[in-house]
Nanobody, 125 residues
């Protein structure tokens, strides 16, 4: 069971990127998929959580209104569309999965069972 992230790149401030999280060995149905990021020297930070059962999602205040999580049923991925990127969005982005989750604990990395290896996002001019 694993997750694979893709889509990271170097982008200028104000630009956009779409990350994808693909599961291997399990179904997205009945899963919660979280996105986290980690900048050098900083702790892993929760970015968003999607309930794949109903498509609902929550976001960290720092990305609310700029980032959108969605499911791509054709590709069997959970995507993170990131608009109006800022230098402080730079970091390695990870997706993580769990079968059940308390919404109140979605920002805690230890709540998740499976993690991908991450994809680098760099926002710089």
């Amino acid at each position: 069971l694993q997750l694979v992230e893709s889509g990271g790149d170097l982008v200028q401030p104000g630009g956009s990127l779409r990350l994808a999280c693909a599961p291997s060995g399990f179904s997205l149905e009945n899963s919660f998929i979280g996105w986290f990021r980690q900048a050098p020297g900083k702790e892993r930070e929760a970015v968003s959580l999607m309930n794949c059962n109903d498509g609902s999602a929550v976001y960290a205040d720092s990305v609310k209104g700029r980032f959108t999580a969605s499911r791509d049923y054709a590709k069997n991925t959970v995507d993170l569309l990131m608009n109006n990127l800022k230098p402080e969005d730079t970091g390695v982005y990870f997706c993580a999965a769990k079968g059940t989750l308390s919404w109140g604990r979605w920002t805690i990395p230890s709540e998740y069972d499976y993690w991908g290896q991450g994809t680098q996002v760099t926002v710089s001019s």
